[in-house]
């Protein structure tokens, strides 16, 4: 009797400290699931604002790529005039007869070459 006694004990011990380690998982899981909601809304916005950095990056590197485009169009619009100015030089020292005058290669007027070369200082000096 003093050994069915003892089998059964051990038994039920055996039971209890089983339950007793599902209860300590089960409230581990369901402190875990609660800080995650908790966390959830804070982890979501998070996500949101390194996101939208992210976009805020992007455009304003779309946008200095669209400045630095129309900077370097303007820069090889004055190049070519240069060019231009420099082949019709060399036309009148004698190298080609096509290009004699000035006049004729630059088709902006004084006015027009004055603001642009204002505009090429301006961005000059802003960078």
Known sequence: EKENWNRERLSLQKSLKQANAEISK??????????????GSDT???????????YLRAESFR????????YLLLLLGGFQECEEATLALIARMGGQPSYTNLEIITHHSKG?????????VSIAISR
Do not use: P
């Open 44 to 54: 979501e916005n998070a996500v949101l604002r390194r996101i939208y950095g992210k």
């Open 26 to 39: 089960l409230r581990a899981e369901l402190r875990s699931e609660a800080f995650l909601r908790e966390l």
């Open 112 to 120: 027009f070459t004055r603001f642009r070369s204002a505009v090429r």
């Open 63 to 70: 946008k200095a790529l669209i400045y630095q485009k129309k």
